[in-house]
């Protein structure tokens, strides 16, 4: 099992900068990837980000240019750090970390954290 607790969401005006940090406990050595997801009130969650576990990225076209997600081995912790923060960047922001199936099984394994709330004012 893994535990992941997110931190260092909060208030920012547009066109400011904020720094994610998702610190990963438990059978961390399982991990494959880990990734960023949001939601903002009213919709439904969206991939913001994405790192493999051989340093391999993937960001939505949305936040493209403007964040960057890292990944720290050795504190077992994702990051993401945002800059040039829009109003509609505003939202829950979640960590992921994924798992291979169990032996003969297809399920593939999923944890998130609870959560972070970031907002972005005019």
């Known amino acids: 099992q893994v535990q992941l607790v997110e931190s260092g969401g909060g208030l920012v005006q547009a066109g400011g900068s904020l720094r994610l940090s998702c610190a990963a406990s438990?059978?961390?050595?399982?991990?494959?990837?880990m990734g960023w997801y949001r939601q903002a009130p009213g919709g439904q969650r969206e991939l913001v980000a994405t790192i493999a576990s051989g340093g391999t990225t993937n960001y939505a076209d949305s936040v493209k240019s403007r964040f960057t997600i890292s990944r720290d081995y050795s504190k077992n912790t994702v990051y993401l750090q945002m800059n040039s923060l829009k109003p509609e960047d505003a939202a829950v922001y979640y960590c992921?970390?994924?798992?291979?199936?169990?032996?003969?099984?297809?399920?593939?394994?999923?944890?998130w954290g609870q959560g972070t709330q970031v907002t972005v004012s005019s």
């Open positions: 992921d970390a994924e798992l291979p199936p169990r032996p003969f099984s297809s399920v593939k394994r999923v944890y």
């Open positions: 438990g059978s961390t050595r399982s991990v494959n990837a």
